[in-house]
């Protein structure tokens, strides 16, 4: 190993931080999608229906969404470096427990631990290569970023979906602690010490738990909401502890002298319209992930295997564009690419707003890779947009943050395909229940749900119409 990292020493040092981060990235996707495919061999594994599964997902989500502000903002103040290679350690070891695991519970409480490490790494790692990379490079360096999250994308669907066929769901964990245990060697052995950016300013741990409490409850009451109704009590109870969390978080915030984040940066058109094109752009991207393996295997009536493949030509197209886009972002600014790939992205979920009951597999294909294309070109630049407004002593708090956005722009995403498809089915006359399809093969039901597919996505060709159109709004004061 010393060997092979020897290789390293007359290389340039940001591709060193990009080759670091580059392999924890493919880790992190890798890891997600490998637990997606193997859920349903845990679920006949340990004997319990699939939505009790999902909250091996649901809790590891939840973990990393309520940390991720603030590691982010500790790693600003006592040095990335060490955060992002004790992440991994706890990854790691999260991952080694989750192997072991004898009982769901067992399991669950392992991927909260893996959670830790995960927002250690996920909260720094955009801010660690553009730091490295430096302002002029910024889209190139976040489009070569996107590259491997397409790579994992890729990969994870094939190799988690073998392991857990032939050898067990177990061995899917195994295979990302190996993968984790890479990223803590290369990471420890390649990133230079960087003691701290932000020395003369203390850690906000008031805003740190009210940010968490904020965003634990809004993330729970949203996925409580889609699967139990939103008439639940405790669902309401949910976002009553958000607002009041979310109130006291911004009032703290803007008479703190040393804040969590700073929110005043929301006044910013050029920050504020980015985050919101963003957040749009990835509850629109999330509603098709969801609902597609459905509408494959119990509408089409095709294989599971059939859902892994048709995710490729998608995740080839964001792999390609990612740093295609970025690198001509520095180069002629971002609007046209954050804009037009928002347009592009509305354009294939307006083609998908034409699936039927006796589609082609080719037709959700050749959709969902013209939506894919457009995030591909919309992600880097967008990013690279947000952080131009930002100082780099706030690099891994705001790469933390725009990691926050993904993760509840992925749950507001399912919970609305969920209400949106249900709510469909229940005026047409059936179950309001996602599993009823699982179980029917009756015409009606699976028409019933088309509908409301059809339904979802084209709210959700209005909602990155409207990210478009917030980006295209959104004129840089300087060129890049």
Not at 303 to 327: D, E, K
Request: glycine letters at 12%; proline letters at 3%.
């Amino acid at each position: 190993m010393k060997s092979i990292l020897g290789r390293f020493s007359s290389i340039e040092y940001k591709w060193k931080v990009f080759f670091v981060i580059a392999v924890g990235l493919f880790t992190s996707v890798y890891d997600y999608h490998s637990v997606v495919v193997a859920l349903p061999s845990i679920s006949n594994d340990f004997q319990i229906d699939l939505p009790t599964g999902q909250w091996v997902i649901i809790a590891y989500g939840l973990m990393i969404s309520a940390l991720l502000l603030p590691v982010g903002r500790l790693a600003d103040l006592i040095g990335r470096k060490k955060i992002y290679v004790l992440g991994f350690t706890i990854f790691s070891l999260g991952g080694i427990l989750a192997a072991m695991s004898g009982s769901i519970g067992y399991l669950i409480s392992a991927k909260l631990i893996q959670g830790v490490g995960a927002a250690m790494t996920q909260g720094i790692s955009m801010g660690m290569v553009v730091a490295a990379f430096g302002p002029a490079e910024r889209g190139k360096a976040l489009g070569l970023a996107m590259s491997i999250v397409g790579a994992g994308g890729v990969v994870g669907p094939a190799i988690s979906g073998f392991l857990a066929g032939y050898i067990g769901w177990e061995s899917v964990f195994w295979s990302t602690v190996i993968l984790g245990g890479i990223s803590v060697i290369i990471g420890q052995s390649l990133l230079k010490s960087d003691n701290s950016v932000a020395d003369s300013e203390s850690f906000d741990w008031l805003g740190s738990f009210f940010s968490s409490i904020a965003l634990v409850s809004f993330l729970t009451g949203m996925t409580l909401g889609s699967r139990l109704g939103w008439d639940v009590p405790a669902v309401w109870v949910c976002f009553v502890v958000f607002m009041a969390s979310l109130i006291i978080f911004i009032r703290w915030e803007l008479k703190s002298k040393a804040p969590l984040m700073d929110v005043r940066l929301f006044k910013q058109k050029t920050f504020g319209f980015g985050v919101l094109a963003s957040f749009l752009s990835f509850i629109s991207t999330q509603s098709i992930r969801f609902l597609i393996p459905f509408y494959i295997q119990m509408v089409l009536g095709l294989p599971a295997q059939m859902v892994g493949w048709s995710v490729v030509p998608a995740s080839f197209a964001m792999l390609i564009m990612g740093p295609l886009s970025g690198r001509l972002s520095d180069r002629f600014g971002w609007r046209i690419f954050t804009g037009g790939g928002l347009g592009l992205s509305g354009i294939g979920l307006l083609v998908l707003c034409t699936l039927t009951t006796e589609s082609s597999i080719w037709l959700v294909i050749a959709a969902t890779t013209i939506q894919s294309f457009g995030v591909g070109v919309f992600n880097a630049p967008n990013n690279s947009s947000i952080l131009s407004a930002v100082e780099p002593n706030r690099y891994g708090v705001i790469s933390g943050f725009l990691n926050l956005i993904r993760n509840s722009g992925n749950v507001v995403g399912i919970a609305l395909a969920t209400t949106l498809v249900t709510s469909t089915m229940g005026f047409l006359g059936y179950p309001p229940s996602l599993s009823a399809i699982e179980s029917s093969e009756a015409v009606g039901i699976l028409k019933a749900f088309t509908s409301g597919l059809r339904l979802t996505y084209f709210l959700g060709a209005i909602i990155v119409i409207i990210g478009a159109i917030l980006s295209f709004l959104c004129k840089p004061k300087v060129k890049i």
